[in-house]
């Protein structure tokens, strides 16, 4: 879904007005509806955090456009269609960019379509590019595809050799890669580069440590 839907969809349901979620927030109502009008490339890390606590929403939905709603509120995983995936250590491993693609672990994961389970796997990540969306020690949940939709997070690979976790973003003939910390400068890449970034799969869910 559409975040932007999805945020006018949550206020919605909960009957919540965009001067009351703009309160919560803490800003105008004007903003708000930016927000749900697709416009949430510039929000501030704090100001995620406060829209999900205010729609009772899990932070991980604004990077995967799924709803979910707060950990605490979760509905447990049906016991059906909960495989062992492997957990790799870094994303060129869990890929097979670099020889080292033994996984370190094993996590039970519901996959609703049985017979794609061996598109899912799990990453470790390391570094703060995707904070406080991603934190460094989390894991990510990643179905291995070649191609995602504009505005999605995605495992990508640049030159064949360097395998990160971006906000893909499309325009034109340009493609961006885009960190949610702000203190990360996007990468962009015009004309004939784009054929320097490679899309390997698409972040569906993420385990944050409780440490």
Same mark, same amino acid.
């Given at each position: 879904?559409?975040?932007?839907?999805?945020?006018?969809?949550?206020?919605?349901?909960?009957?919540?007005?965009? %001067?009351?979620?703009?309160?919560?927030?803490?800003?105008?109502?004007?903003?708000?509806?930016?927000?749900?009008?697709? !416009?949430?490339?510039?929000?501030?890390?704090?100001? /995620?955090?406060?829209?999900?606590?205010?729609?009772?929403?899990?932070? @991980?939905?604004?990077?995967?456009?799924?709803?979910? %709603?707060? %950990?605490?509120?979760?509905?447990?995983?049906?016991?059906?269609?909960?495989?062992?995936? =492997? +957990?790799?250590?870094?994303?060129?491993?869990?890929?097979? @960019?670099?020889?080292?693609?033994? $996984? @370190?672990? !094993?996590?039970?994961?519901?996959?609703?379509?049985?017979?794609?389970?061996?598109? !899912?796997?799990? /990453?470790?990540?390391?570094?703060?590019?995707?904070? =406080?969306?991603?934190?460094?020690?989390?894991?990510?949940?990643?179905?291995?595809?070649?191609?995602?939709?504009?505005?999605?997070?995605?495992?990508?690979?640049?030159?064949? %050799?360097?395998?990160?976790?971006?906000?893909?973003?499309?325009?034109?003939?340009?493609?961006?890669?885009?960190? +949610?910390? $702000?203190?990360?400068?996007?990468?962009?890449?015009?004309?004939?580069?784009?054929?320097?970034?490679?899309?390997?799969?698409?972040?569906?869910?993420?385990?944050?440590?409780?440490?």
């Amino acid at each position: 879904m559409d975040i932007g839907k999805m945020i006018n969809q949550r206020r919605t349901e909960l009957k919540l007005t965009l %001067e009351q979620v703009g309160q919560a927030v803490g800003v105008g109502k004007s903003t708000v509806k930016k927000w749900e009008d697709g !416009y949430i490339s510039n929000m501030r890390r704090d100001k /995620i955090a406060l829209l999900a606590k205010v729609l009772k929403m899990n932070p @991980v939905s604004f990077i995967t456009g799924e709803f979910k %709603e707060e %950990e605490d509120q979760a509905t447990p995983l049906p016991q059906t269609n909960v495989f062992m995936r =492997p +957990v790799y250590d870094s994303i060129s491993a869990g890929f097979g @960019v670099i020889a080292q693609d033994v $996984p @370190v672990d !094993y996590m039970p994961t519901y996959i609703t379509c049985p017979s794609e389970q061996d598109k !899912y796997i799990w /990453i470790n990540v390391h570094g703060d590019s995707m904070s =406080p969306l991603i934190d460094d020690g989390s894991k990510i949940l990643i179905k291995k595809q070649t191609s995602v939709d504009s505005g999605q997070i995605a495992a990508v690979l640049v030159d064949d %050799e360097e395998a990160v976790v971006k906000k893909v973003l499309y325009n034109d003939n340009t493609v961006e890669l885009h960190s +949610v910390n $702000p203190y990360y400068p996007p990468r962009v890449f015009k004309n004939n580069d784009v054929t320097r970034v490679q899309i390997l799969g698409l972040v569906k869910e993420v385990s944050k440590s409780l440490q």
